[in-house]
């Protein structure tokens, strides 16, 4: 009943809408009532129903009233019928007295048995007498009741009916806090939940409905300085943890700091200012030599975010530390500080060059007893003049859960064994070099990543996390000797690990492990020949098998796919026949392989594929002709420009003037390849990068000339909505 009687207020308020707004009359106003009167329009095909449902409401009224009336009858006919039965056995009782009377009286014994069957009927007749009244007596009860009980449902409706009302507000659920629009609620003011019984506005559990739209599918959710050029790229290094989006932002007075955002204006803020200044903490730096350039890293797991950056006040940093965060100020802080050292430092072989601080961050999200960590490459100690610290340990593989004790070297692959000489005095010992683990990658509770020795050169390695066996182990000395096969690539994939390594012999080519030196092997020589090299890279698991591109020294560099086997290593097509397609963006999405690659007619343009040259096609030819709607600034991930969510593909693309480059989606079909936003209308271009999900909306950064670089959404607009509060 309440729902039909809420279905008839909504049909009911499309005549009332003009005076919703409380009589505001500007034209911002006027638009949305008009758009609301529109949405109404919408739903007439749930009228009849309403009307239909809201006539049963009045209908069951009018049976309560009947029913009300009919037992107030029936209580009045049963009380005749009783005060009746209580008559009639009195009487019965007054003959039984005189009867038993005229019996004590009597002596003949005639008259005596004639007088006492008299009795024996008369009591006869007095018992169904009583059974009679008792009958009566209960049925006038359940009467008495029934009457209570449709009072009481009398009471109600017209109480349901009485409180039934509707109010608007300015913001519809679902839609983002900077973008909203009007919505009617309609329900009950009648104090459900944490309502007011009769303060005039349906709200919390009185809502029944909500008709509504969000006024559009894009906007901005975050603003950047002003001013700039396409090429200042916005926020960036996005993550979601707890329900809010993290990233690195740049509000142009306390340069690039952590920022949290819950896809909403007013809940977009700086988390803390780590490094005071203009600078910010989340900067990119250039250190120098020996030092290389720090780029910033964010990483979450369930309840810490992990960072790369500088915490203090500028001058004071020697490198980028690690940091953890819960998301608020009070709980942003510095982990781990590298130490100074007493001796001024050097050391006979210098410092690792491209070292700047913790980097190459691989989250542990929290599961069972163990929290949030993270693996990363760090260095414990570098130069200064505190006597009380140490020498470097060098460049090594290290692990934290966000706590000083949690925090520790975890596998020391080259030891400290180096002496160097200062002021006259020798020193030991040191390490200023570092194993400097790189590609790292997580499968089962191995860790897997690249370390350099002087014995080894740069080879890969596993360490075991846990469990038996567990340490540290050199997966094959690849190429013999201390030069090293420069493994690249690391990609989990056929129940092992691929990766590209130069075994000295066969060049740069595909090589597959299970974790130990015998599964270890070349997979094949793709470019055949001595000294030759394919160069695999775009490494991608497809399923049980490796989707990658390589040049075999014939076709150029195309796409190939294995199953860590020779003869299941091929060329899956040879795309562009007069040279190489260069595929890249490789990525997966419900069984297919979307990548763009190049051909003479087409341009680099958007392609599918299914592992079978068949199954191997351009998806659109999106900037018509031998133009390539292929964008990619320099120095920016494939990831950042090529995102897949729930079935469809968004990405960046030139259309060649129509729209610029702009924000494109495609199901994997021609006619379902599209452009969704165009941030700057017309033929401008937004350049829209780093693509990231949060909260089912897609998020990106967009420039235009007047704004500068600001942070966008777009999802799905649903437009009028109608949603059914109603649990029963």
Not at 628 to 648: A, V
Request: net charge negative; aromatic share 10%.
């Amino acid at each position: 009943m309440r729902k039909a009687a809420v279905l008839m207020a909504i049909v009911m308020l499309s005549s009332i809408l003009a005076g919703c707004a409380g009589g505001d009359s500007d034209a911002e106003k006027d638009e949305q009532i008009a758009s609301l009167q529109s949405e109404l329009a919408n739903v007439t095909a749930q009228a009849d129903d309403a009307i239909a449902h809201a006539a049963a409401l009045d209908t069951t009224l009018s049976e309560a009233l009947v029913a009300l009336e009919k037992s107030n009858a029936d209580i009045a006919n049963l009380s005749v019928r009783l005060d009746s039965a209580e008559w009639h056995k009195a009487n019965l009782t007054n003959q039984l007295s005189e009867t038993m009377e005229q019996l004590n009286q009597t002596q003949n014994s005639g008259l005596m048995a004639q007088l006492e069957d008299q009795i024996t009927n008369l009591s006869a007749q007095i018992e169904d007498a009583d059974s009679q009244i008792t009958g009566l007596t209960s049925e006038l009860l359940q009467k008495q009741q029934e009457i209570a009980e449709l009072g009481a449902t009398v009471a109600a409706l017209q109480s349901t009916i009485a409180s039934l009302t509707y109010s608007t507000r300015n913001r519809v659920n679902s839609c983002p806090e900077d973008n909203p629009g009007i919505e009617i609620v309609v329900g009950y003011d009648d104090g459900s939940g944490a309502g007011s019984p009769g303060d005039g506005k349906v709200e919390y559990d009185e809502i029944q409905y909500t008709i509504g739209e969000c006024p559009g599918d894009s906007g901005v959710v975050a603003e950047s300085p002003a001013g700039g050029d396409a090429s200042d790229w916005g926020p960036s290094l996005f993550v979601e943890m707890g329900g809010n989006m993290y990233f690195a932002g740049n509000d142009g007075v306390h340069g690039w700091e952590l920022w949290r955002s819950d896809g909403t204006v007013g809940g977009t803020y700086m988390v803390k200012d780590l490094r005071p200044g203009s600078g910010g903490g989340l900067q990119v730096w250039d250190w120098g030599s020996p030092f290389g350039v720090h780029y910033p890293e964010i990483v979450a797991g369930n309840s810490k975010i992990f960072l790369t950056g500088f915490d203090g006040e500028p001058g004071t940093e020697s490198c980028a530390c690690l940091i953890v965060s819960d998301g608020t100020a009070d709980g942003t802080y510095q982990i781990d500080q590298w130490e100074n050292w007493g001796a001024a430092y050097g050391g006979e072989n210098g410092w690792r060059p491209g070292f700047s601080g913790a980097s190459q961050l691989l989250v542990l999200p929290s599961s069972g007893f163990l929290p949030d960590r993270v693996i990363y490459s760090n260095m414990e100690a570098i130069g200064g003049q505190d006597d009380d610290s140490h020498p470097p340990t060098g460049e090594e593989l290290w692990i934290s859960d966000g706590t000083e004790v949690g925090t520790y070297m975890l596998a020391n692959i080259v030891p400290e064994d180096e002496t160097w000489e200062y002021d006259g005095a020798n020193y030991c010992c040191g390490d200023f070099q570092g194993s400097a683990p790189r590609d790292l990658i997580k499968k089962g509770s191995q860790i897997w990543f690249t370390a350099e020795t002087d014995n080894y050169g740069r080879e890969l390695y596993r360490y075991n996390l846990g469990g038996i066996g567990g340490g540290l182990y050199l997966v094959k000395d690849v190429r013999s000797g201390a030069e090293g096969s420069n493994p690249l690539h690391v990609t989990s994939a056929s129940g092992g690990v691929f990766f590209s390594a130069d075994d000295g012999s066969w060049g740069q080519e595909l090589h597959y492990t299970q974790g130990d030196a015998f599964s270890t092997r070349l997979v094949k020589d793709i470019w055949p020949g001595v000294g030759n090299s394919s160069s695999p890279e775009e490494l991608t698991k497809f399923g049980q098998n490796l989707f990658f591109t390589a040049d075999d020294g014939e076709n150029g560099r195309e796409l190939w796919i294995s199953d860590n086997t020779e003869s299941g290593t091929f060329m899956v097509k040879d795309i562009n026949t007069n040279g190489s397609s260069n595929p890249n963006w490789l990525r997966v999405m419900d069984g297919v392989l979307y990548f763009m690659a190049y051909t003479e007619d087409y341009g680099r343009e958007l392609w599918r594929s299914d592992g079978t040259i068949e199954g191997t096609s351009m998806v659109k030819d999106i900037n018509s002709g031998s133009n390539s709607s292929f964008y990619w600034p320099e120095g920016f991930f494939y990831r950042e420009l090529f995102l897949e969510y729930d079935g469809l593909l968004y990405f960046t693309a030139d259309d060649g003037g129509t729209y610029g480059v702009e924000v494109w989606r495609t199901d994997g079909t021609s006619n379902g390849t599209e452009m969704i936003v165009d941030a700057t209308p017309g033929n401008e271009s937004s350049w829209p990068v780093r693509y990231t999900i949060y909260g089912g909306k897609l998020y990106f950064t967009a420039y235009s000339e007047d704004r500068g670089r600001d942070l966008w959404f777009y999802w799905d607009n649903p437009g009028p909505i109608v949603s059914n509060s109603e649990s029963s």
